[in-house]
C-alpha cells in the first residue's frame, strides 16, 4: 500500500506492505487524515520516530477478527493505545501509559496510509450526519476539549488564546462554547474572519493588556508566544501549555512564583464529546481546510502545510488509489 514514510527526518512516498491487525485490532481503510503541527514537527526532528507519520484520520473498519459486525462502520480513532497491564492503564490513564504506542507517533505505524490498525476499543463510530470533511478533525477537537476536562472553567471569565493556527482555532471556539469572553491573538485576515465564526474576539498582539486574562492558552509554539501569554496573565491565573517547543525554553519562573499562577501542560483529550458536538453542529471545523490532496501529493501537501498560515490540509488515500491505477 501507498503511504507518507519518515526516517532520518526525511519524508518520502513509499509503497509498503499493508499492516496485519493484531488480537483485539482492527483493519481500518483511511478515507481523511489531516496534517497538523506534530507531524511537521517529527519531520524536524524533534522526537525520533521512524515509520508511516499521521494521526488524525476517519477510516472505515475493514476487517475485525473479534468484531465482524463493526466491518463497514465508519470511525475515528483515539491515538494512544496503552498496554492494558500497568497501573495507569487501570487508573484509567492510558494516554499516559509508558508503553503506549501513539498513531503516528510512537512506535505505531500512522494514517498517512491506505489502511491502519488500531485496538477495536480505540475506534469510535461516527454518526452518519458527520461528513468525513468534518470527521477528521475529531482528534484535534478532542485535543481542544482536554483543557476543559483538566480546569474547571469559570463562565464569568475572561480567556485568551495566543496562536490562531489550526489548534489555536479550535481551543478557542471550544471555549467559547462555555459561555467564557474569549479572544485570541492574532496576525492574519483570515484567521481573524475564523475567529468571529467561532464567536472568538481577535487581539492584535500590541492589544493585549497586561495581567488582564484568568485563564491564557498557549498554542503558538513560539517563545515569544509563550512570552505574551505569562504577560497576559492575571494573578493566581491559569497558563494552559497545548503546544511543544522545540528544544528548552528560557522563561523567568520567578514572576510565576509571585504572581502564584497555575501551569498545566495539555495534551490528547477526549474523543465521544468531540464527536457529539461535530454531530449537533455546535463547531464546524470544515472552515479551516486550507486544501485536500491525494495521498500520493503527500510531500506536497507536508510542504503547504508548513507555509506561515496554513491551517489544515487534508490527503485523501482513495483520490490517489485512483490516480495510481490511472496512471498505471
Ligand atoms: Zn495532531
Ligand atoms: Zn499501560
Known amino acids: 500500500m501507498r503511504c507518507i514514510w519518515l526516517q532520518e527526518q526525511e519524508s518520502s512516498l513509499r509503497d509498503v506492505d499493508a499492516p496485519r491487525p493484531a488480537e483485539g485490532e482492527a483493519l481500518v481503510r483511511v478515507r481523511l487524515a489531516g496534517i497538523c503541527a506534530t507531524d511537521l514537527e517529527l519531520c524536524r526532528g524533534y522526537y525520533p520516530y521512524q515509520g ?19 466491518v463497514g462502520q465508519r470511525v475515528v480513532g483515539e491515538i494512544n493505545a496503552g498496554c492494558g497491564r500497568c497501573s495507569r492503564c487501570a487508573a484509567g490513564l ?16 500512522g494514517a498517512f496510509a491506505e489502511l491502519l490498525t488500531l485496538p477495536l476499543q480505540n475506534l469510535l463510530g461516527v454518526p452518519d450526519e458527520v461528513a468525513d470533511e ?11 476539549l482536554e483543557i476543559q476536562q483538566q480546569l474547571p472553567i469559570d463562565p464569568a471569565g475572561r480567556a485568551l488564546v495566543v496562536g490562531a493556527g489550526r489548534l489555536g482555532q479550535l481551543v478557542a471556539a471550544t471555549l467559547a462554547l462555555t459561555g467564557l469572553e474569549v479572544c485570541a491573538v492574532v496576525r492574519r485576515q483570515r484567521q481573524r474572519a475564523l475567529l468571529e465564526g467561532y464567536g472568538v474576539t481577535p487581539l492584535g498582539e500590541q492589544d493585549v493588556e497586561t495581567a ?17 501569554a505569562r504577560r497576559a496573565l492575571w494573578p493566581r491565573g491559569t497558563l494552559v501549555l497545548k503546544s511543544t517547543y522545540a528544544g528548552e525554553t528560557a522563561i523567568d519562573l520567578s514572576g510565576f512564583v509571585v504572581d502564584e499562577i497555575t501551569i498545566v501542560g495539555s495534551r490528547c483529550g477526549p474523543f ?8 449537533a453542529e455546535r463547531i464546524d471545523p470544515r472552515p479551516l481546510i486550507d486544501d485536500r490532496l491525494p495521498l500520493d501529493a503527500g510531500l506536497d501537501g507536508l510542504r503547504r502545510a508548513a507555509e506561515p498560515g496554513a491551517l489544515k490540509v487534508l490527503l485523501d488515500p482513495r483520490a490517489s488509489t485512483d490516480a ?3 496512471a498505471r
Request: hydrophobic share 55%; with cysteine.
Open 212 to 228: 488582564s486574562f484568568g485563564l491564557v492558552v498557549e498554542a503558538s509554539g513560539a517563545a515569544a508566544g509563550l512570552a505574551l
Open 94 to 109: 492510558a494516554r499516559h501509559c509508558a508503553e503506549r504506542s501513539v498513531l503516528g507517533i510512537v512506535g505505531g505505524d
Open 52 to 70: 508511516i507519520l499521521g494521526h488524525e484520520f476517519v477510516g472505515e473498519i475493514v476487517e475485525a477478527a473479534q468484531a465482524p459486525e463493526r
Open 272 to 279: 465521544a464529546p468531540a464527536l457529539r458536538l461535530l454531530a
Open 134 to 144: 468534518a470527521a477528521v478533525f475529531t482528534e484535534p477537537l478532542a485535543a481542544a
Open 324 to 326: 495510481g491505477q490511472r
